[in-house]
């Protein structure tokens, strides 16, 4: 069940990564961050794109429900997601905060 107000995310990309993860904590300029590892290279915002839609993947949502609000042209991004369940915020802090297994 959405709660209605949507839910900002910041998040740590780490581009051009061997291996494509979610997990992890970042302290950067918008707080404890979420670190998103992606395959693509910080071209042309691909690297973006990439993690927008991992960011999707983890959370359990459609990924039109995730947009960039700042960050475009850097590693430490803030993300939305439109329309978040209750139980959102609990998922992101086990991924940033948590074990992944």
Same mark, same amino acid.
């Given at each position: 069940?959405? /709660?209605?107000?949507?839910?900002? &995310? $910041? &998040?740590? +990309? ?7 993860? &979610?997990?992890?904590?970042? =302290? ?6 979420? +670190? ?5 290279? $910080?071209? =042309? %915002? ?9 960011? $999707? %993947? $983890? !959370? ?20 939305? +997601? ?5 139980? !959102? /915020?609990? +998922? !992101?802090?086990? !991924?940033?905060? %948590?074990?992944?297994?």
């Amino acid at each position: 069940m959405p /709660t209605g107000d949507p839910l900002t &995310v $910041a &998040v740590r +990309v780490k581009p051009g990564a061997a291996r494509a993860r &979610v997990g992890g904590r970042f =302290d950067g300029p918008h707080g404890p961050a979420l +670190v998103i590892a992606v395959n693509a290279p $910080a071209v =042309d %915002g691909r690297a973006t794109e990439a993690a927008r839609k991992a960011l $999707a %993947g $983890a !959370l359990g949502v459609r990924p039109a429900a995730v947009s960039l609000r700042t960050g475009a042209a850097s590693r430490d991004k803030l993300f939305t +997601v439109e329309r978040p369940t209750a139980g !959102l /915020t609990d +998922v !992101l802090r086990r !991924l940033r905060d %948590g074990s992944d297994g």
